[in-house]
T-cell receptor, first 113, second 114 residues
Framework: EAGVAQSPRYKIIEKRQSVAFWCNPISGHATLYWYQQILGQGPKLLIQFQNNGVVDDSQLPKDRFSAERLKGVDSTLKIQPAKLEDSAVYLC???????????FGNGTRLTVT | DQQVKQNSPSLSVQEGRISILNCDYTNSMFDYFLWYKKYPAEGPTFLISISSIKDKNEDGRFTVFLNKSAKHLSLHIVPSQPGDSAVYFCAASDRAGNTGKLIFGQGTTLQVKP
């Protein structure tokens, strides 16, 4: 079984620039999550999709972050404009259904200078 | 508001001995708890879970204990091996709420010395 795929692995941008991350979940997984992990902290949920609908985006900074999951498969997370405090690892995860364990990708490490 | 806390940032044990990682939570609605292991430059990997209807779950060298009255859970690794050296995250969810959303602790870095 192929795992959760994320790209790019690393990204360095200057503040106020925009950036986008891509995620392809495990085939057949209906639920997709984006987490933000700041150095020294645990992952924090940004947004959760069930198929192509949003279940929870209560912690997504909507003034600068956006996410979509077209056709209920791949997902993209965008930051525009980026701030220094957005430097983190962005993890995508998927699960077969809402209450099964999450499978994580290897993440995208974002550095904002 | 840290709903899931891992108060020990790091733990060092000798190979072959027991490793005990601890986790506390504050939200009484949590009914499902998981442990994830994370190696550098990789995503977290699911290790073991426990439902609130149980107080113990075992999988090979890994055992998770849940004390609901104390809102405390622990992960025991016996015997510890050098390959177990990683960051361990405790996570919790409200399964009855049916969202699958996980709340993570800050992580504990385990070092197992040969």
């Amino acid at each position: 079984e192929a795992g959760v795929a994320q790209s790019p692995r690393y990204k360095i941008i200057e503040k106020r620039q925009s950036v986008a991350f891509w995620c392809n979940p495990i085939s057949g997984h209906a639920t997709l999550y984006w987490y933000q992990q700041i150095l020294g902290q645990g992952p924090k949920l940004l947004i959760q999709f069930q198929n192509n609908g949003v279940v929870d985006d209560s912690q997504l900074p909507k003034d600068r972050f956006s996410a979509e999951r077209l056709k209920g498969v791949d997902s993209t997370l965008k930051i525009q404009p980026a701030k220094l405090e957005d430097s983190a690892v962005y993890l995508c995860a998927s699960s077969f259904w809402g209450n099964s364990p999450l499978h994580f990708g290897n993440g995208t490490r974002l550095t904002v200078t | 508001d840290q709903q899931v806390k891992q108060n020990s940032p790091s733990l060092s044990v000798q190979e072959g001995r027991i490793s005990i990682l601890n986790c506390d939570y504050t939200n009484s609605m949590f009914d499902y708890f998981l442990w994830y292991k994370k190696y550098p430059a990789e995503g977290p990997t699911f290790l073991i879970s426990i439902s609130s209807i149980k107080d113990k779950n075992e999988d090979g060298r890994f055992t998770v204990f849940l004390n609901k009255s104390a809102k405390h859970l622990s992960l025991h690794i016996v015997p510890s091996q050098p390959g177990d050296s990683a960051v361990y995250f405790c996570a919790a969810s409200d399964r009855a709420g049916n969202t699958g959303k996980l709340i993570f602790g800050q992580g504990t870095t385990l070092q197992v010395k040969p």
